[in-house]
T-cell receptor, first 115, second 112 residues
Framework: GAVVSQHPSWVICKSGTSVKIECRSL??????MFWYRQFPKQSLMLMATSNEGSKATYEQGVEKDKFLINHASLTLSTLTVTSAHPEDSSFYICSAADRGTDTQYFGPGTRLTVL | GESVGLHLPTLSVQEGDNSIINCAYSNSASDYFIWYKQESGKGPQFIIDIRSNMDKRQGQRVTVLLNKTVKHLSLQIAATQPGDSAVYFC???????????FGKGTKLSVKP
């Protein structure tokens, strides 16, 4: 089946620093990738939709200057949390849509803890 | 606004019994629905999907039923096993870019 990886799986950083999270589709090409955020015992909330070669589309309330998204190739999208603060601590999950299908495959998630 | 929700936040079943997890959706224009399983600390895992031109779809030990009249979706798990314990989310495809709207989730606990 289709595999999506994320790196790192967890990260701890100091307040004010930036953190980059990578999302890769390992065995398929994804023209569209999605970034979600999930707080404990809550559902996934879509942050942004990332299209290869174009600017990401952000959901209402998500700061595009704080959460930088780059989708440079058909297999890689990155999310950079800039000037992270403790309230940014969360579980960040990406998904990738296989070209020609509607199915989204999710990565294993990245646990971000900002001290 | 449009939303996808679940009737039951928690479900506890005996090993070997069948489980039914329900979901209500509000966007009558949605044409694609997916069930995901999420174990603690992991990303959602695709279980089964269904399009709006179907009422039922079966997989291995799982069945998804779609009732468009009342905008209801359900996931049936046959002979539930301890490994089925997880949070289950229904999701509805929305928007031109195919983004998903997730329901709140149901935690399934399987008692041995």
């Amino acid at each position: 089946g289709a595999v999506v990886s994320q790196h790192p799986s967890w990260v701890i950083c100091k307040s004010g620093t930036s953190v980059k999270i990578e999302c890769r589709s390992l065995d398929f090409q994804a023209t569209t990738m999605f970034w979600y955020r999930q707080f404990p015992k809550q559902s996934l909330m879509l942050m942004a939709t990332s299209n290869e070669g174009s600017k990401a589309t952000y959901e209402q309330g998500v700061e595009k200057d704080k959460f930088l998204i780059n989708h440079a190739s058909l297999t890689l999208s990155t999310l950079t949390v800039t000037s992270a603060h403790p309230e940014d601590s969360s579980f960040y999950i990406c998904s990738a849509a296989d070209r020609g299908t509607d199915t989204q495959y999710f990565g294993p998630g990245t646990r971000l803890t900002v001290l | 606004g449009e939303s996808v929700g679940l009737h039951l936040p928690t479900l506890s079943v005996q090993e070997g019994d069948n489980s039914i997890i329900n979901c209500a959706y509000s966007n009558s224009a949605s044409d694609y629905f997916i069930w995901y399983k999420q174990e603690s600390g992991k990303g959602p895992q695709f279980i089964i999907d269904i399009r709006s031109n179907m009422d039922k779809r079966q997989g291995q030990r799982v069945t998804v039923l779609l009732n468009k009249t009342v905008k209801h979706l359900s996931l049936q798990i046959a002979a539930t096993q301890p490994g089925d314990s997880a949070v289950y989310f229904c999701a509805e495809k929305s928007g031109s870019q195919g983004n998903l709207i997730f329901g709140k989730g149901t935690k399934l606990s399987v008692k041995p």
